[in-house]
């Protein structure tokens, strides 16, 4: 009677059936990744994403270029510890080199007239 006055015991209204999956994660406990601190969390901590993966790391500010350790995986978040300032990659060293040796000839130039 319980049943037929309340409804079914088995419906579930608006949620599916089966366990609910997540995808493999694109980090690994130890490992470390080079990442830029996006924003701040409630609790203070710096917040970077990889690959999508939100990542925790405290006593970071947001524009902070860091290299991060992971030491926890939850399901939705990952949680790490600084360990250094980034490296600098290739990329940003050659646009570097190439915006000052274009000043220096600027320079050059200008003294030859």
């Known amino acids: 009677m ?3 006055k309340r409804g079914r ?3 579930r209204r608006g949620r599916s059936f089966g366990p609910r999956r997540f995808p493999p994660k694109p980090v690994e406990i130890g490992k470390e990744y080079d990442v830029e601190i ?4 409630r609790r203070g901590e710096g917040i970077a994403r990889i690959e999508g993966l939100v990542c925790f790391i405290p006593n970071t500010k947001p524009g902070e270029h860091v290299r991060i350790r992971i030491t926890r995986i939850s399901r939705r978040f990952a949680e790490a510890e600084a360990v250094g300032a980034a490296k600098e990659t ?3 060293t050659t646009e ?3 915006e000052e040796s274009a000043s ?3 320079s ?3 003294e030859e007239t």
């Open 38 to 41: 996006l924003e701040t969390s």
């Open 104 to 106: 220096q000839l600027e």
């Open 9 to 11: 015991r088995d419906d």
């Open 2 to 4: 319980y049943y037929e």
């Open 96 to 98: 570097e080199t190439t």
């Open 90 to 92: 290739t990329e940003e």
């Open 108 to 110: 050059e130039e200008a």
